[in-house]
């Protein structure tokens, strides 16, 4: 369904995609995960056409992109990052207006509208101006507004950002139906439970190249140990330097917290018990500690 | 157009602007006719009760046929300028039209014939005020509508440009201050420019405005228009430099 080789792209000096290939089939849910700046963005518009590579090659459903982007973005739904829903018009007006610009008649798009608001919920707000709309509603409406066109691709960049956890399952729930109906979705994200829910395999991306890509839970067998121990508190230090050195696989500071990835916890809880002044968290590894791992804890403004 | 476009799909810009206008339909209408009927009414009759003839017309005359083109200027610039950018900036609309199959070029082409269309509306406007106060002779004036819709293309083009550039509508008055006020007054809109000192006629008369009032002036009062093709061609050149100029500056913006 997308297939991208040695993708660059450069702005300026900076070059933000460094040599990126993949391959997305039908039905697949694909996520690029990154900090911010890894070059999330910056691929997802060169695979919609709307950026020009500096190198590479882009197929997106058997069309060569940017060459055929036009045809390409037909057959294609786009989520932007940014709500961009248009604000003079209603509910039910942005929906007809965007099919308008596939081409789609007016009886046409007059057709497909009741069902779009039926699958954003928004049935009762068709009228509405956008901005009575909540965050999770705009979302809602942006995500049925790219299913205007009946596409079989969709992609969505950070698709949940800014929403409340309720809103956020709502989302899930409406692209596990969109999957459920064989649509391939390629999404951004840098929230890890959100990737781990959705994709069938997940890509993490940093400075501009992949470095590691597979399903998720794969990713977490292969790159990290099962359970993690987070510990916190007075002496929490001390007890670092005896113990966690010594009885975990790989441990580390974040801040006053310490991370102790094992792979039997046993003899490291066991150490704990002697100090009733830490305070304890265990719990199974995740992509987000897989994340961490790659990309590293440094901040990336 | 077959120069600056290779499809039609500009249309969808214009039927969107359309529809947003549509929404105030009452409002604009009545704003476009009721502005140049005080300025026609207030300067018309107050001011060229003291005038003889001005350029061997009645001054009403003189200055509804000025007042056309400083109309389609006005209405098509302000469309473009702001309007436009929010679009483009504020209200990330443009962003949303390029996730359909449409391009850049789709784009600014429909904002650029929207302006125009707007423009020529409120030509349209001070012809049909014009009319029903008996300033208009002779069928010769519905030539005035292509020259409007060529007068606004010729505004819109440039203001897209300026739009293109802008970082935000601050930039917007500089550009009404130092180049749309200084052209009203010399481009024969209020007073003939043959009244300005040899340098500014100089000036005004390569200025894209003074094009436009010559060849309105004269079709609207069924007299001859002296170089009718020079001054056509003249706006046309404006209008393709614009749009052409306007379209690599936004795609260099949004890519």
């Avoid at chain 2, 610039?77 to 679009?87: I, V």
């Avoid at chain 2, 020259?147 to 917007?172: E, P, R």
């Avoid at chain 2, 390569?206 to 706006?235: K, M």
Wanted: glycine content about 8%; overall charge positive.
């Amino acid at each position: 369904m997308l297939t991208v080789h040695g993708l660059h792209k450069k702005f300026g000096a900076l070059e933000v995609v460094r040599g990126v290939s993949f391959e997305v089939s039908a039905g697949e849910c694909y996520g690029l995960l990154g900090p911010n700046g890894a070059g999330k963005t910056t691929t997802l518009r060169c695979c919609l056409g709307l950026t020009a590579p500096d190198a590479g090659e882009i197929t997106l459903d058997s069309l060569p992109v940017p060459a055929r982007a036009r045809e390409a973005r037909a057959r294609v739904g786009v989520v932007p990052q940014f709500d961009n829903l248009d604000p003079d018009f209603t509910v039910r007006e942005n929906l007809a207006i965007f099919g308008r610009y596939f081409g789609l008649s007016r009886s046409e798009v007059a057709a497909r509208v009741p069902y779009l608001l039926d699958y954003a919920g928004l049935t009762d707000k068709a009228d509405a101006p956008i901005d009575a709309l909540s965050g999770g509603m705009k979302r809602r409406l942006t995500i049925a507004r790219a299913l205007v066109n009946d596409p079989r691709v969709l992609f969505l960049d950070e698709p949940t950002t800014g929403l409340d956890p309720q809103a956020r399952h709502v989302v899930w729930e409406r692209l596990k139906r969109l999957l459920g109906q064989g649509r391939t979705i390629i999404l951004t994200t840098h929230f890890m439970d959100e990737a781990q829910r959705l994709c069938d395999r997940v890509a993490i991306m940093d400075h501009g190249a992949f470095i590691a890509e597979a399903p998720p839970h794969a990713l977490i067998e292969r790159e990290i140990e099962p359970i993690v121990i987070e510990a916190y508190g007075d002496g929490i230090h001390a007890w670092f330097d005896t113990h966690a050195r010594r009885l975990a696989a790989r441990a580390e500071f974040s801040g006053d917290t310490a991370f102790c990835y094992c792979r039997d916890p046993e003899p490291l809880l066991a150490t704990l018990t002697d100090h009733p002044e830490l305070r304890v968290l265990r719990r199974a590894a995740n992509l987000e500690d897989v994340f961490l791992k790659l990309t590293g804890r440094d901040l990336r403004d | 157009m077959i120069c600056v476009t290779d499809s039609l799909r500009f249309r969808h810009v214009v039927y969107r602007n359309y529809r947003v206008w549509r929404k105030l339909l009452l409002a604009s209408i009545v704003g476009n006719l009721v502005d140049p009927l005080f300025w026609l009414v207030g300067l018309g009759f107050g001011l060229g009760s003291l005038l003889p003839t001005v350029g061997g017309m009645p001054y009403l005359e003189f200055l509804g046929s000025g007042m056309i083109c400083y109309g389609v200027m006005y209405s098509a610039s302000f469309e473009a300028l702001w309007s436009a950018f929010a679009r483009l900036k504020q209200q990330r609309t443009w962003e949303g039209i390029l996730h359909a199959p449409m391009t850049i070029t789709d784009i600014v082409v429909g904002e650029w014939v929207w302006a125009a269309l707007k423009g020529m509306l409120s030509g349209i406007a001070i012809l049909a005020v014009m009319t029903a106060l008996g300033l208009v002779h002779g069928f010769m004036a519905l030539w005035a509508l292509p020259v409007m819709l060529l007068t606004g293309l010729a505004f819109s083009g440039i203001a897209l440009v300026i739009t293109a550039l802008a970082k935000s509508y601050d930039h917007f008055v500089y550009y009404f201050t130092l180049f749309i006020t200084p052209m009203m007054l010399v481009s024969g809109v209020f007073f003939p420019t043959a009244q300005l000192p040899r340098a500014v006629q100089l000036v005004a008369q390569v200025l894209p405005l003074s094009h436009a009032t010559r060849l309105a002036r004269g079709l609207v009062l069924g007299r001859p228009v002296e170089n009718a093709a020079l001054h056509v061609a003249a706006l046309a050149l404006v209008a393709l430099l614009g749009v052409i100029l306007a379209r690599k500056l936004v795609a260099r913006r949004l890519r």
